[in-house]
C-alpha cells in the first residue's frame, strides 16, 4: 500500500466516531434476527447490553456468545406485553450498569391476513406487541433519561407505517403508523438532552416472515421476502450512524428499503 493511501486509512480509523463505548444499551426482541445482529454490532463498538426477549435459551446463548468476545451483555427474559418484565429490564441495566444511555423498542411481530379473515386475536397480539410493548418501554427508561438529561429511545417501525400493506398487512401497517406517531409525539415532548429515532425497514431477513398463520397469506409473505430481503446486519448499521452521533445531532427518522423493492 502506498504511504498515502496508508495515511488516509489511518486518518479514517482516527475520525471514525467512538460514542458507542461504554454506553448502556437496552434491546427488546435481542435474541434474534434484527435485534442480535444490532447486539453483535453494538457489543464490536464497546457498548454494554442489556438484552430482553421470551426466549430464554437463545438469549443466553447470544449473551455468553458477545461475552467470549469480549462484551459486556446481560439477558433478562422478557415479554413485552407484560409491563412489569419490562421495568424489570430496564431497571436490571440501571442497578448493574448504573444508568440506561439507549432503549432500542425492537420487539415485534407481523401476523398477516385480509381483514375478512377476521383472525382478532391474531390482531389482539399485533397491538399489544407492537404498539403496547414500545409504550411501555418509554414508560420505563424516560423516566431515567429525563433525571439523567440524556439518552435516547429508537423504535422499530416499517415501510408499511409509510404505506398500507394492503390487502393482506391492513393491522401491522396501523400498529407501524401508530408507532410513527408515538415516535413524533416523543420527539417533541422529549425532555433536553433525549433523542429519539424511528427506523423505518423494508424487507429484512429476520423471523417476523414466519409469523403468518393464514396459508394463501404466507405464501404470499415468503415469496415477497425470498425475492426482496436485505441482511438484518444492514438496519443494525442505520441504528448505529443513528446513535454514534453527538448528542447536539438527533437523527429522527431512517427509512431503508431493498433496492429491488418496489413496495
Excluded: C
Excluded at 414466519?210 to 441504528?239: C, L, M, Q
Aim: proline residues 5%; aromatic residues 4%.
Amino acid at each position: 500500500m502506498r504511504p498515502g493511501v496508508r495515511a488516509l486509512h489511518a486518518r479514517a480509523r482516527m475520525e471514525k466516531p467512538d460514542n458507542l463505548r461504554g454506553k448502556v444499551v437496552v434491546i427488546t426482541g435481542g435474541s434474534g434476527g434484527l435485534g442480535a445482529a444490532t447486539a453483535r454490532l453494538l457489543a464490536k463498538r464497546g457498548a454494554q447490553l442489556v438484552l430482553g426477549d421470551r426466549s430464554k435459551d437463545r438469549l443466553e446463548q447470544l449473551v455468553r456468545e458477545l461475552q467470549e468476545a469480549g462484551g459486556q451483555a446481560k439477558a433478562v427474559v422478557t415479554d413485552v406485553v407484560k409491563r412489569d418484565q419490562v421495568n424489570a429490564l430496564v431497571s436490571t441495566a440501571v442497578k448493574d450498569f448504573g444508568r440506561i444511555d439507549v432503549l432500542i423498542n425492537n420487539a415485534g411481530v407481523m401476523p398477516l391476513a385480509p381483514l375478512e379473515k377476521g383472525l382478532v386475536e391474531e390482531w389482539d397480539r399485533t397491538i399489544d406487541v407492537n404498539v403496547k410493548g414500545v409504550l411501555y418501554g418509554i414508560a420505563a427508561a424516560l423516566p431515567h433519561m429525563t433525571r439523567q438529561r440524556s439518552g435516547h429511545i429508537v423504535n422499530i417501525a416499517s415501510i408499511a407505517g409509510l404505506k398500507v400493506f394492503a390487502p393482506i398487512g391492513t393491522v401491522y401497517s396501523a400498529t407501524k403508523f401508530a408507532v410513527r406517531a408515538l415516535s413524533e409525539g416523543l420527539r417533541a415532548e422529549a425532555p433536553d438532552g433525549v433523542r429519539t429515532t424511528i427506523i423505518s425497514p423494508g424487507a429484512v431477513k429476520t423471523g417476523l416472515k414466519g409469523h403468518t398463520s393464514d396459508p394463501a397469506s404466507a405464501t404470499v409473505v415468503r415469496e415477497f421476502y425470498e425475492a426482496n430481503e436485505i441482511p438484518p446486519e444492514a438496519v443494525a448499521r442505520a441504528i448505529a450512524y443513528a446513535l454514534e452521533q453527538p448528542p447536539e445531532v438527533d437523527v429522527n427518522e431512517i427509512v431503508l428499503r431493498p433496492t429491488v423493492q418496489d413496495f
